[in-house]
C-alpha cells in the first residue's frame, strides 16, 4: 500500500523566505534555481508527481503568492480526477467565471463538484474568486476537504503549541487543527500559525508534498472469517470479530414460522443427509441441523440473526446483513424488531440483490446504510436510482472501472467491491478509491 509521508510545516514570511532563498542547494529532481535547501524534498516531490511546475523552466518563483485557482490545479492534478470544465459550465455556477483561467476550468469544475469548494456567496450569487490569494487557515479547509473527499488516512497524533491559535477565525478551527494533528501544517519557528497570511509557493509545495496519500479503505469480512472453520457460523463470525475487519458480511433467511437464521444457500443439507429448504421449514427443526461442509458431518448448527448481531455488539463490528430472500415489508419489520431487540441496530448496514428489498429497507430506516449488490456490467443509468433512495453500491469486482467509482462519489454514492482475496488486486481497488472491499482472507 502506499506510504504516507509525515512533515511539519516551517511558515514563509517574507523576511524569512528572503533570507532562505540564500540557501539554495544540491537539487535532486527539479530544474529550478531558487528553491531553497530545505525545500527541494518537498519541491521535487510535486514536480516529479506533476502536482506543481514553475513558472518557466528554471524558475519556482518560491516566495509567489498561490491563489484560489492555483490551488485547487494541485489537488485536481494529486486527485486524478478526469473531471472536465467549460466556460459554459462554469458560467452556470459563477457570477466571475470569466476571470478563471482556461487551464483551470477543469479543476475549478471538480473542485465545486466534490465540494472541496463551495465558492464565495455574494448576495444572491456565487463567485469563485480565482485570483484572490489564499490564506494559510483557508489553505487547511482546502486540504482538509480534499482529504474527506478522498477518503485518505490522515494521522492525528501531531501536536503543535502554536501561540496564536486564537487568531484563527472560528470556521477554520477545526481545519487547522486536523492540518496540525494531521503534520501537514505545524506553524513556524516562532511557534505562530499566522492564519491570515498568505500562502506562499513553497509553502504550499511542503504542504502539498505532506499530504497523506494512504486511502481508508473499510475491510469486510466475508461470511465471517472461515480459514479454519465454517462460513456463517458462530466461530466464523468470533473469528471475524478477533481481527482488524471493519465489518462482518453474513446472509439471512426467514423460516416457516418468521425466524431469521444465518446461511447462505436456500436449503441446508444435515449431517444425517436430509435437505431442508429454509423458507419452508421452521426452526424448532432447524435447530437441531447439524451442518455438512463439502458433504462432511460437523459440529456445526445455524445461529439466529440474533446471535450474529450480539457478536458483532460484542466486538464493535459492523454488521453487514445480506437478505438472501426476497421479502415483504412485515417480513423486513420483523427482521428490524430482532436487531433492534439486540440494541445494534442502527450500526447495522444492510445489502441485497434485490432493488425493491433496498428500497423497502430504505423506507423503513431512512438513517441506515443501505447497498445494492450488483453483479452486472456498471451502467451510469444506475447512478440515479441510488441517489434518489440513498442507496450505496457493492458491486463485483470484475464488473466496474475507476472512472465509475469517481462518478459514483461525485453523486455522494459510495462504492463497494466483493469478492476480492488477492492483495494487489485489493492495492488496485485502494488506489481507485473505493470505501469498502468484501474479503474472504485479506485484514
Given at each position: 500500500?502506499?506510504?504516507?509521508?509525515?512533515?511539519?510545516?516551517?511558515?514563509?514570511?517574507?523576511?524569512?523566505?528572503?533570507?532562505?532563498?540564500?540557501?539554495?542547494?544540491?537539487?535532486?529532481?527539479?530544474?529550478?534555481?531558487?528553491?531553497?535547501?530545505?525545500?527541494?524534498?518537498?519541491?521535487?516531490?510535486?514536480?516529479?508527481?506533476?502536482?506543481m511546475?514553475?513558472i518557466?523552466?528554471?524558475?519556482?518563483?518560491?516566495?509567489?503568492?498561490?491563489?484560489?485557482?492555483?490551488?485547487?490545479?494541485?489537488?485536481?492534478?494529486?486527485?486524478?480526477?478526469?473531471?472536465k470544465?467549460?466556460?459554459?459550465s462554469?458560467?452556470?455556477?459563477?457570477?466571475?467565471?470569466?476571470?478563471?483561467?482556461?487551464?483551470?476550468?477543469?479543476?475549478?469544475?471538480?473542485?465545486?463538484?466534490?465540494?472541496?469548494?463551495?465558492?464565495?456567496?455574494?448576495?444572491?450569487?456565487?463567485?469563485?474568486?480565482?485570483?484572490?490569494?489564499?490564506?494559510r487557515?483557508?489553505?487547511?479547509?482546502?486540504?482538509?476537504?480534499?482529504?474527506?473527499?478522498?477518503?485518505?488516512?490522515?494521522?492525528?497524533d501531531?501536536?503543535?503549541?502554536?501561540?496564536?491559535?486564537?487568531?484563527?477565525?472560528?470556521w477554520?478551527?477545526?481545519?487547522?487543527?486536523?492540518?496540525?494533528?494531521?503534520?501537514?501544517?505545524?506553524?513556524?519557528?516562532?511557534?505562530?500559525?499566522?492564519?491570515?497570511?498568505?500562502?506562499?509557493?513553497?509553502?504550499?509545495?511542503?504542504?502539498?508534498?505532506?499530504?497523506?496519500?494512504?486511502?481508508?479503505?473499510?475491510?469486510?469480512?466475508?461470511?465471517?472469517?472461515?480459514?479454519?472453520?465454517?462460513?456463517?457460523?458462530?466461530?466464523?463470525?468470533?473469528?471475524?470479530?478477533?481481527?482488524?475487519?471493519?465489518?462482518?458480511e453474513?446472509?439471512?433467511?426467514?423460516?416457516?414460522?418468521?425466524?431469521?437464521?444465518?446461511?447462505?444457500?436456500?436449503?441446508?443439507?444435515?449431517?444425517?443427509?436430509?435437505?431442508?429448504?429454509?423458507?419452508?421449514?421452521?426452526?424448532?427443526?432447524?435447530?437441531?441441523?447439524?451442518?455438512?461442509?463439502?458433504g462432511?458431518?460437523?459440529?456445526?448448527?445455524?445461529?439466529?440473526?440474533?446471535?450474529?448481531?450480539?457478536?458483532?455488539?460484542?466486538y464493535?463490528?459492523?454488521?453487514?446483513?445480506?437478505?438472501?430472500?426476497?421479502?415483504?415489508?412485515?417480513?423486513?419489520?420483523?427482521?428490524?424488531?430482532?436487531?433492534?431487540s439486540?440494541?445494534?441496530?442502527?450500526?447495522?448496514?444492510?445489502?441485497a440483490?434485490?432493488?425493491?428489498?433496498?428500497?423497502?429497507?430504505r423506507?423503513?430506516?431512512?438513517?441506515?446504510?443501505?447497498?445494492?449488490?450488483?453483479?452486472?456490467?456498471?451502467?451510469?443509468s444506475?447512478?440515479?436510482?441510488?441517489?434518489?433512495?440513498?442507496?450505496?453500491?457493492?458491486?463485483?469486482?470484475?464488473?466496474?472501472?475507476?472512472?465509475?467509482?469517481?462518478?459514483?462519489?461525485?453523486?455522494?454514492?459510495?462504492v463497494?467491491?466483493?469478492?476480492?482475496?488477492?492483495?494487489?488486486?485489493?492495492?488496485?481497488?485502494?488506489?481507485?478509491?473505493?470505501d469498502?472491499?468484501?474479503?474472504?482472507?485479506?485484514?
Amino acid at each position: 500500500m502506499l506510504t504516507r509521508m509525515l512533515s511539519a510545516l516551517l511558515t514563509v514570511s517574507t523576511v524569512i523566505g528572503l533570507l532562505m532563498m540564500a540557501m539554495v542547494g544540491v537539487k535532486a529532481g527539479h530544474p529550478f534555481d531558487d528553491v531553497p535547501e530545505w525545500a527541494n524534498t518537498y519541491v521535487d516531490t510535486v514536480y516529479d508527481k506533476g502536482i506543481m511546475q514553475g513558472i518557466n523552466e528554471n524558475t519556482f518563483n518560491s516566495n509567489g503568492i498561490l491563489t484560489r485557482e492555483q490551488l485547487v490545479v494541485t489537488l485536481y492534478r494529486l486527485s486524478g480526477s478526469k473531471v472536465k470544465g467549460s466556460a459554459e459550465s462554469l458560467a452556470e455556477i459563477f457570477a466571475d467565471s470569466a476571470d478563471i483561467s482556461t487551464w483551470a476550468y477543469d479543476a475549478v469544475q471538480w473542485a465545486y463538484e466534490t465540494e472541496i469548494t463551495s465558492g464565495v456567496k455574494i448576495g444572491d450569487e456565487l463567485y469563485f474568486k480565482p485570483q484572490n490569494a489564499v490564506t494559510r487557515q483557508e489553505a487547511a479547509k482546502f486540504f482538509v476537504t480534499y482529504i474527506d473527499y478522498m477518503s485518505l488516512d490522515a494521522p492525528t497524533d501531531n501536536v503543535a503549541n502554536l501561540k496564536d491559535i486564537d487568531t484563527v477565525a472560528d470556521w477554520a478551527r477545526e481545519y487547522v487543527d486536523r492540518c496540525v494533528s494531521a503534520g501537514i501544517i505545524n506553524g513556524d519557528g516562532m511557534g505562530n500559525f499566522s492564519p491570515t497570511g498568505e500562502t506562499t509557493r513553497i509553502a504550499a509545495a511542503k504542504m502539498l508534498a505532506c499530504l497523506p496519500t494512504k486511502r481508508t479503505v473499510k475491510m469486510i469480512a466475508h461470511m465471517g472469517y472461515h480459514e479454519e472453520c465454517m462460513s456463517n457460523t458462530l466461530e466464523a463470525f468470533i473469528a471475524a470479530g478477533e481481527r482488524s475487519y471493519y465489518g462482518i458480511e453474513s446472509d439471512v433467511r426467514i423460516t416457516s414460522d418468521g425466524q431469521f437464521v444465518m446461511f447462505h444457500d436456500v436449503s441446508v443439507t444435515a449431517a444425517d443427509g436430509n435437505t431442508y429448504v429454509i423458507r419452508e421449514t421452521n426452526w424448532d427443526t432447524l435447530k437441531n441441523v447439524y451442518l455438512t461442509d463439502d458433504g462432511a458431518a460437523t459440529e456445526y448448527k445455524l445461529p439466529l440473526v440474533e446471535d450474529y448481531i450480539k457478536i458483532c455488539k460484542d466486538y464493535g463490528k459492523t454488521p453487514i446483513l445480506e437478505l438472501k430472500d426476497t421479502h415483504s415489508k412485515e417480513e423486513l419489520e420483523m427482521l428490524i424488531g430482532k436487531i433492534d431487540s439486540v440494541g445494534y441496530l442502527a450500526e447495522t448496514t444492510f445489502i441485497a440483490f434485490s432493488w425493491d428489498n433496498c428500497v423497502l429497507v430504505r423506507e423503513l430506516l431512512p438513517e441506515n446504510t443501505v447497498m445494492y449488490l450488483s453483479e452486472v456490467d456498471f451502467k451510469e443509468s444506475l447512478i440515479e436510482q441510488l441517489v434518489e433512495y440513498n442507496i450505496d453500491l457493492n458491486i463485483n469486482r470484475k464488473c466496474f472501472y475507476k472512472p465509475h467509482v469517481e462518478k459514483l462519489h461525485l453523486n455522494g454514492v459510495k462504492v463497494g467491491a466483493y469478492t476480492c482475496d488477492d492483495a494487489k488486486e485489493a492495492e488496485k481497488f485502494i488506489s481507485w478509491g473505493v470505501d469498502f472491499i468484501t474479503t474472504n482472507v485479506l485484514e
